[in-house]
């Protein structure tokens, strides 16, 4: 009995982007069938392939954004090479490239030109800043976007300086958000036969992640409070998002929504008394009132330090509160909620003869289920897809000799 494929077959995908945020919607798309060329350079390809290669494994960055993608390489500095790009091209539901503005036009893979080679390409183009601002034409990174985005201060504590973390938050926003630009345009094209060009930027993809936060923060004119306790609402409907040490320093969160959210909480914890005690029956006391919060904050840090974290969650739990260990990130890699939905899988390396925990796919698709791949080797498609394409041996033989592939 064949397999089922995935929800994505039949979408043809030419990708000519290196690095992160232009890699990874089409790689997710190749996990959901699509058949996706990555087109690189034949002398070293791209120059991720080179970055963070633990002994006896394969890069841990191309392989997270390649994954199960086909790698044809082309030199496009040559007529033959444009020319094969634009026979792949014509075939081609969507192109992406992340090349900062005006490179890809000068390397021949343009919009404008693509477009008369495909009315009906969805052409993706990401960028740092976006084109229409100052710096649009300056090259952008993922900490830039989180720098200029706002993120850093989500993770800020008064009084210590503001900083980039070290996950890749604006890349992987980006991603998710051109994988859905594309299948909306996609969908669109289908529907009238004209293609269209989508813009996005690792900045205003960063912007978005902020959600609902952003917006308060811009309706207050005023930053959000941060560090230790996330304070949200109104007086009247209070809501908090707090972490606390246990008894051997192992933290948790729990969080709030609501005034009965609080004494469910407190009662399930065995706290309510003091927290009476101390004033702090009615949550929304600490709602714009920097001491009392200060105040509420080291109470709580005093009673959750004197019981386990395994207890203190398994109370919350019990209570209906959502509350959870913080997990590190080698942690959240064997978390049983984690493994048991499959977001982290492991996946046969022949080549290097291991089986290598990786990635899962985000979504669970009862008739198509997503199909994890490893990454190409450098040119690995060139015969197959060239000859897909009419060309015949010598030809490609040719192409060889003279390093157009």
């Not at 729990?254 to 065995?270: E, V």
């Not at 929304?284 to 080291?298: F, H, P, Q, S, T």
């Not at 260990?325 to 899988?345: F, Q, R, W, Y």
């Amino acid at each position: 009995m064949s397999q089922p494929q995935g929800p994505l077959s039949g979408v043809r995908v030419v990708s000519c982007s290196t690095a992160q945020a232009g890699t990874v919607p089409y790689m997710l798309m190749a996990d959901l069938g699509a058949d996706v060329i990555k087109i690189e350079t034949p002398q070293g390809g791209d120059p991720s392939r080179r970055m963070t290669v633990l002994p006896g494994m394969p890069s841990t960055f191309f392989e997270t954004n390649n994954r199960g993608v086909k790698s044809v390489t082309l030199n496009l500095k040559t007529p033959e090479g444009r020319a094969i790009l634009h026979r792949l091209v014509e075939r081609a539901d969507i192109f992406g490239q992340n090349f900062r503005p005006g490179a890809a036009e000068k390397n021949g893979f343009g919009w404008e030109e693509l477009r008369k080679v495909n009315p009906k390409l969805v052409y993706v183009s990401i960028s740092g800043y976006g084109t229409q601002g100052p710096n649009g034409h300056l090259p952008g990174t993922d900490s830039m976007a989180q720098a200029l985005g706002g993120i850093a201060e989500a993770y800020s504590a008064p009084g210590q300086k503001m900083r980039t973390g070290i996950a890749s938050v604006a890349d992987e926003s980006t991603a998710m958000l051109a994988f859905g630009g594309a299948l909306a345009a996609l969908i669109h094209a289908r529907a009238t036969g004209v293609g269209q060009k989508v813009e996005l930027s690792l900045l205003g993809s960063l912007v978005r992640l902020l959600g609902w936060t952003f917006t308060t923060t811009m309706w207050r004119n005023k930053d959000p409070v941060t560090g230790q306790a996330r304070v949200t609402g109104t007086a009247e409907r209070p809501g908090l998002s707090a972490s606390f040490n246990d008894r051997d320093g192992k933290p948790l969160v729990f969080q709030l929504t609501g005034p009965d959210n609080w004494h469910d909480s407190m009662t399930a914890l065995g706290f309510l008394d003091r927290i009476k005690a101390a004033g702090f029956e009615d949550l929304g006391v600490i709602i714009d009132n920097d001491a009392k919060r200060i105040e509420l904050l080291a109470l709580l840090d005093d009673l959750f330090a004197t019981g386990s974290r395994d207890d203190w969650v398994a109370r919350l739990r019990a209570a209906d509160i959502v509350s959870a260990p913080i997990n590190t990130m080698l942690e959240a890699s064997n978390d049983p909620d984690v493994l048991a939905n499959g977001h982290v899988t492991e996946v046969d390396y022949p080549k290097h003869g291991k089986r290598l925990k990786v990635h899962g796919t985000p979504w669970r698709f009862s008739e198509t289920p997503a199909r994890p791949g490893i990454a190409p080797e450098l040119g690995e498609h060139n015969e197959a897809v060239l000859a897909e394409l009419g060309y015949d041996a010598a030809a490609i033989s040719d192409f060889k000799a003279r390093k157009v592939i």
